[in-house]
């Protein structure tokens, strides 16, 4: 537009000394007065249209950089970030059978936890969670006198109390879905094994995790699955999962040196029989390959002294152990029910599993090498007072004399609830925090109180090493005497949380 203008402005000025020697006749000073005033003006005019231009073209770059930065704006939108903090206080107060009192009056903790979710193609997508969990003031591994906690390892790093305030890789796994235009997927990496159904009862987060709560191991590993909807529409979407994982890497190994062992993995089925709103039916079985006596503990020290500190000797393979689990959930008005069992057996070698140390040291038997079965049953309730956003719950569950629950990643602190065996009582509210209007979807602010009793009836829960002694019979408090071991009879805690998602 403003060429145009200025060639016509040119034009006009052209045709005026033509015009006026037309009328007055010809005068060569007057015209070349024109003329030069004609140049001058002329001069201007192409400053004009240079500085027209340059302006033009900053434009152009600036729109395109704009173009670019958008660009690079949409590739970051597709990152999602969340996460979620917890500060939790501790009562914890335990008899053993020999007349101890362990007490640690206030223990606090704080866990972060940051998630991230991204999307690589429209079918790929990988998720990931970053978490710290330390005990306020310490930056060691606290002391466990109930001597059922194991150390910081594959099993349970990120889910116990570290030794740091380091961020550890708690899950990182890729899911490829749609596989061939079919309901079908495939995942690989570090596995949502933890925290699985009906944990989400007690905890108020409705997580993802695929196991059962009996299973409660973080490991890597990998997924196929595919999933139908039933027909009759009450039986709502059904989903099966072959799963493998790792749950101990032996490492580069001479075969014929002392204290070689094979990798411990995992392998089986995960059923999401039936899910419909709140209704859900859940079964899990799977086997763990070539069982270790003990892991590798990430402490040097404890790597070189566990095993004769705890006179299992040299680390090696024990055998299979078998275990099945099943939930079904269900919530009517405002109550929620859930009710689970679980069975565990144990195919051991020639060292045997469940073995009796103390009749083996004074040459009375030899290792264990019998198939124990064990079963455990789980069941829970909760009233949700939507209108004032108080949840109450109870729950009690109870684990045989070989009962083996997978849970070195559990989330109790000292002593697992669900590998006791023996009972567990426990009794627990949730309120939901007037915090205001929520910012973020995933908001969520609240405060848990609960108390758990724990009642032993035998020795060494979660243990498939050694005998489960029987803390009522005399024989068997002689042989834990022998070998110096005085396990926690019963135990109480109490638990306060203060917890925040965002």
């Not at 020639?350 to 124990?372: H, R, S, V």
Request: a negative charge; one cysteine or more; charged letters at 25%.
């Amino acid at each position: 537009m403003v060429k145009k203008i200025s060639v016509l402005a040119l034009a006009g000025l052209l045709t005026v000394p033509a015009m006026a020697m037309a009328s007055a006749g010809p005068n060569a000073a007057d015209l070349e007065k024109k003329v030069e005033e004609l140049s001058r003006q002329l001069d201007e005019l192409k400053a004009a249209l240079d500085s027209q231009k340059e302006v033009s073209n900053k434009l152009s770059d600036t729109v395109g950089d704009l173009d670019e930065r958008s660009a690079d704006w949409d590739l970051a939108a597709r990152i999602k970030f969340f996460g979620d903090f917890r500060s939790r206080l501790d009562y914890y107060s335990a008899d053993t059978v020999f007349g101890r009192d362990l007490d640690n009056d206030t223990l606090w903790t704080n866990r972060f936890r940051l998630n991230m979710r991204v999307n690589a193609t429209e079918n790929v997508e990988f998720k990931g969670r970053l978490a710290m969990f330390k005990t306020w003031g310490n930056q060691s591994a606290f002391t466990d006198e109930s001597g059922a906690m194991w150390p910081v390892f594959d099993g349970n790093v990120a889910r116990t109390p570290a030794e740091d305030s380091a961020l550890y890789v708690d899950r990182a796994y890729v899911n490829w879905a749609n596989i061939a235009g079919q309901p079908m997927w495939f995942s690989i990496g570090r596995r949502p094994t933890t925290d699985g159904p009906p944990t989400q009862f007690r905890t108020g987060i409705d997580g993802d995790a695929t196991p059962m709560a009996f299973m409660n191991w973080p490991f890597d590993g990998l997924t196929l699955g595919y999933a139908w909807t039933w027909g009759p529409e009450t039986m709502g979407d059904s989903r099966l999962r072959f799963c493998y994982g790792r749950g101990f890497e032996a490492g580069l190994l001479d075969d014929s040196a002392p204290g070689s062992i094979d990798d411990m993995d995992f392998a089986g089925f995960s059923w999401d029989v039936m899910k419909k709103d709140d209704m859900f039916a859940y079964v899990q079985v799977f086997n763990a390959f070539n069982a270790f006596n003990y892991p590798n503990f990430q402490d040097p020290v404890i790597n070189s002294q566990f095993g004769n500190m705890s006179g299992l000797g040299e680390r090696e393979n024990l055998g299979d152990i078998l275990h099945t689990s099943a939930v079904f959930e269900n919530k009517v008005a405002n109550f929620n029910y859930f009710l689970a069992g679980g069975w565990s057996r144990t195919n051991p070698d020639a060292d045997g599993m469940f073995n009796d140390y103390a009749a083996m040291a004074a040459g009375l038997a030899g290792p264990n090498t019998d198939e124990e079965n064990g079963y455990s049953v789980y069941a829970g309730v909760r009233y949700d007072m939507d209108n004032i956003g108080l949840k109450l719950g109870a729950e009690f569950n109870y684990g045989s004399e070989f009962w083996l629950a997978m849970s070195p990643g559990h989330d109790d602190i000292y002593q697992s609830k669900l590998a006791t065996r023996g009972q567990v009582y426990e009794i627990y509210g949730l309120y939901d925090l007037p915090t205001g209007e929520m910012i973020s979807r995933y908001a969520k602010t609240f405060i848990r109180l609960g108390y758990q009793h724990y009642e032993y009836d035998y020795s060494g829960s979660g243990d498939w090493n050694m005998a489960a002694y029987d803390l009522s019979n005399g024989g068997d408090l002689m042989k834990l005497g022998m070998m110096g071991l005085d396990p926690v009879e019963d135990a109480d805690q109490i638990y306060l949380t203060f917890e925040a998602f965002f």
